[in-house]
């Protein structure tokens, strides 16, 4: 797989955490973590659906990306937030 891009799908603002402890975003918290390929033809956008289908417009990307291939992709503050769809992929 190519550029795969970590995307953080948001609560509105000021909506209760689910998972206690999750880590803000623009100072929403996160309700999910997905990867999203990048778009056809770039290597710094991501594309217009994660790898579970969902529409990236409204998702915040991670600042960073996954470069090691022996680490996960996603960072360990997420992993009770990780789409299992998404999760699957990648692992696939």
């Not at 891009?5 to 689910?18: I, K, T, W």
């Not at 217009?48 to 969902?54: E, Q």
């Amino acid at each position: 797989m190519s550029e795969i891009f970590v995307m953080y799908e948001l609560d509105q603002p000021g909506a209760a955490r689910s998972i206690t402890g999750a880590s803000l975003v623009e100072g929403r918290p996160v309700r999910c973590v997905h990867a999203a390929p990048a778009a056809p033809g770039s290597t710094t956008t991501p594309g217009p659906r994660t790898l579970c289908g969902k529409d990236t417009f409204a998702m915040m990307p991670s600042p960073g990306r996954p470069t090691d291939p022996d680490s996960s992709w996603y960072a360990a503050e997420y992993a009770q937030l990780v789409c299992a769809q998404c999760d699957a992929v990648m692992e696939g």
